[in-house]
T-cell receptor
Framework: DTEVTQTPKHLVMGMTNKKSLKCEQH?????MYWYKQKAKKPPELMFV???????INESVPSRFSPECPNSSLLNLHLHALQPEDSALYLC????????????FGNGTRLTVT | QKEVEQNSGPLSVPEGAIASLNCTYS??????FFWYRQYSGKSPELIMS????GDKEDGRFTAQLNKASQYVSLLIRDSQPSDSATYLC????????????FGRGTSLIVHP
């Protein structure tokens, strides 16, 4: 069982909808990440939070809005998405040190219609 | 040159054979190297991490690191059909960064 929990597992939304993806970890990790992964491609970094502050935004369109309410929670708010945004969205956490591996959640499979 | 390079494969090996997966990276000051396994439609799962030159063994898996050649590999002994997956190499490049850069992944197929 993964120690990083993502909800929902699947999400279908229209281009005018607003939805949120949620991620929770209880490993005391200081860094949390959102990745986007398309089929047969590696994970693509979107955002990184370190100590609850946004430290990296990889030029992600504003229709994706991250939020870190506390050290255990990470949200990704979605609004006015496009069909090409359909992908597997992965949350991960780590100790935030050079030697620290990422721990991934099970992901949310997002389909934009 | 890409920062972390892997052959996309597929690499096909018979059951019981040794599968050898390779990864090269561009930054000489990289300190941390990881192998993740990803089954189709699932999230990546950490299987090995290595930080020093040489070999590190864990069960049927051996990670090998050669910093002089900027090369890291993963050997899977006694390959099983359940090992069929994509293997992602990740390297913490940009000297001191805690954020890994992923290679494109190598698809491994173990056939009975």
């Amino acid at each position: 069982d993964t120690e990083v929990t993502q909800t929902p597992k699947h999400l279908v939304m229209g281009m005018t909808n607003k939805k949120s993806l949620k991620c929770e970890q209880h490993m005391g990790h200081r860094a949390m990440y959102w990745y986007k992964q398309k089929a047969k491609k590696p994970p693509e970094l979107m955002f990184v939070y370190s100590y609850e502050k946004l430290s990296i935004n990889e030029s992600v369109p504003s229709r994706f809005s991250p939020e870190c309410p506390n050290s255990s929670l990470l949200n990704l708010h979605l609004h006015a998405l496009q069909p090409e945004d359909s992908a597997l969205y992965l949350c991960a956490s780590s100790q935030g040190q050079v030697l620290s591996p990422l721990h991934f959640g099970n992901g949310t499979r997002l389909t934009v219609t | 040159q890409k920062e972390v390079e892997q052959n996309s494969g597929p690499l096909s090996v018979p059951e019981g054979a040794i599968a050898s997966l390779n990864c090269t990276y561009s930054d000489r000051v990289s300190q941390s190297f990881f192998w993740y396994r990803q089954y189709s439609g699932k999230s990546p799962e950490l299987i090995m991490s290595i930080y020093s030159n040489g070999d590190k063994e864990d069960g049927r898996f051996t990670a090998q690191l050669n910093k002089a050649s900027q090369y890291v590999s993963l050997l899977i002994r006694d390959s099983q059909p359940s090992d069929s997956a994509t293997y992602l190499c990740a390297v913490n490049i940009r000297g001191g960064s805690y954020i890994p850069t992923f290679g494109r992944g190598t698809s491994l197929i173990v056939h009975p």
